[in-house]
């Protein structure tokens, strides 16, 4: 069973506190989040339903949030696309928030078909109230009061992960990957033991598997190094719901569904964590470079520029500015994700036209690779540690860009896969695999 973590936290606001606790001070509340594909069919749903039933058998509080089935979310909105071809996004939450509504109903029944009490509470039955950005809303607050009625009575309760209402009572959903976020405010609400992410990968590890087999799983990370390690491309958790765990303290297990085994728990600070100088060597292949060509050196250009990149809604990653040559002219790089390369390049192109710039490039055969570490803080080297493996290997870098415990490089997309290899090898793996790189 989840163990306790100690820390401080603040409740998200939970509309009708309730006072009451539980009598014996070993029982738990547990959520656990169950994704895609541990529901992905009648069958899994039955063993999900014998999960929770052995956790509920030991008395224990537990939410279950559930995903809905491996790519029904994607067939849902091809579904809508296939009526109109530019669906409102209003109804479009109404349609794709039906996914997760048909798992928690199955839930409930295969856990009735095994005797016990189960519940299922739609996201308007516990409000958990959003803001009114259909498609990637942010959960205000929940109230936690009918699932601390159904405790009192026994019940497993299951939710449908993804799904929130807006202050007018519409359906909204939080964005792709947002069932993280569901239970992970959930469990901040509730102020759960431990809130337990159950997908198909059995923990955090410290680089993709994939491009190296020798990546170990981590035991323990903390808050910030996942945030930089998802925001490069570690797909295990939705951003958000790092920063919901971060912000109320809530300590996240990551781990198999179809497995009993510990996986990563994502946690606060601890305190030998800054003696690891890099916890994790992370990539993202789907980015896209752009330069904008002699571009005046005076106040306002970059306001204006980024500006009207935002109003589309666009999110801008890295941003450079070379020294303005001798015409007081500069070039001024910036990558974005490739997906929105189309969009950027239109808006980027009348923008040269508006400015009376030089012109622009854009490349999308560009791959971002980073290597975070909490120990970087205190640590200096790291940085010149990278660039010489990296010549080493005869990779060119871009761009590169830092933060306090990260730090990023654009390599060509060709590079990227050797890039994390070397850095995996030298800043990760050593004699004893599982022990990372210590700080000297
Ligand atoms: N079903 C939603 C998605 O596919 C939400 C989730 O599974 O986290 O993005
Ligand atoms: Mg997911």
């Known amino acids: 069973m989840p163990v306790a973590a100690s820390h401080r936290r603040r409740a998200l606001p939970d509309r009708k506190p309730d006072a009451q606790m539980s ?12 994704g895609g594909t541990s529901v992905a069919d009648t069958d899994r749903i039955r063993c999900v339903a014998a999960r929770a039933a052995a956790i509920h058998a030991e008395g224990h509080s537990l939410v279950v949030v559930v995903s809905a089935m491996a790519g029904e979310t994607n067939r849902l909105i091809e579904l809508g696309a296939s009526v109109c071809p530019d669906p409102h996004d209003r109804e479009l939450d109404v349609l ?3 996914g997760e509504q048909v798992t928690s109903a199955l839930l409930a029944l295969a856990l009735h078909a095994r005797g016990i009490p189960a519940v299922s509470l739609q996201g308007h039955q516990i409000r958990i109230e959003t803001d009114s950005s259909y498609g990637r809303a942010r959960i205000k607050s929940i109230d936690c009061s009918r699932i601390r009625d159904a405790f009192g009575r026994g019940q497993v309760v299951v939710v449908p992960g993804f799904q929130g209402v807006d202050e007018g009572h519409n359906i909204t959903t939080l964005g792709r990957g947002g069932s993280d976020t569901t239970a992970v405010a959930v469990a901040a ?13 059995d923990g955090v590890y410290t680089t993709d598997p994939r491009v190296c087999p020798d990546a170990v799983k981590l035991a323990r990370v903390s808050y910030d190094e996942m945030l ?4 490069v491309g570690a797909k295990v958790l939705q951003i958000r719901s790092v920063e919901m765990a971060s912000r109320y303290g809530v300590p996240v297990h990551v781990r198999s569904s179809f497995s009993e085994s510990e996986g990563t728990w994502v946690v606060p600070v601890e305190k030998d964590m800054e003696d690891v100088l890099v916890s994790g060597v992370a990539y993202d292949k789907n980015q896209a470079k752009v330069t904008l060509q002699g571009v005046p050196d005076r106040p306002g250009l970059a306001a204006s520029i980024f500006g009207r990149i ?11 500015q070379n020294v303005s040559h001798e015409d007081g002219r500069t070039n001024r790089t910036f990558t974005c994700d490739a997906k929105d390369l189309g969009d950027v390049t239109r808006r980027v192109d009348a923008i040269v036209a508006d400015l009376g710039l030089e012109g622009s490039i854009s490349s999308d055969h560009v791959g971002k690779v980073s290597v975070a570490g909490l120990g970087m803080r205190n640590h ?4 010149a540690k990278m660039f010489e493996v990296l010549a080493g290997e005869g990779i060119n870098i871009q761009l590169i860009s830092t933060s306090e415990i990260k730090i990023s490089v654009v390599v060509d997309l060709d590079d990227v896969d050797r890039a994390v290899q070397a850095l995996h090898r030298t800043f990760v793996t050593t004699d004893d695999a599982a022990a990372p790189a210590r700080a000297g």
Not at 23 to 34: E, L, S, T
Not at 189 to 201: F, G, K
Request: charged share 25%; hydrophobic share 50%.
């Open 96 to 98: 794709v928030s039906t």
């Open 310 to 320: 935002a109003e589309a809604e666009i999110c801008v990653d890295m941003i450079v």
């Open 228 to 231: 930089e390690l998802a925001g």
């Open 23 to 34: 009598d014996n001070a070993n029982k738990q509340i547990v959520v656990q989040k169950y």
């Open 380 to 383: 200096a080297g790291v940085a």
């Open 189 to 201: 609400a509730l102020e759960a033991d431990v809130c337990e992410i159950l997908t198909d990968v």
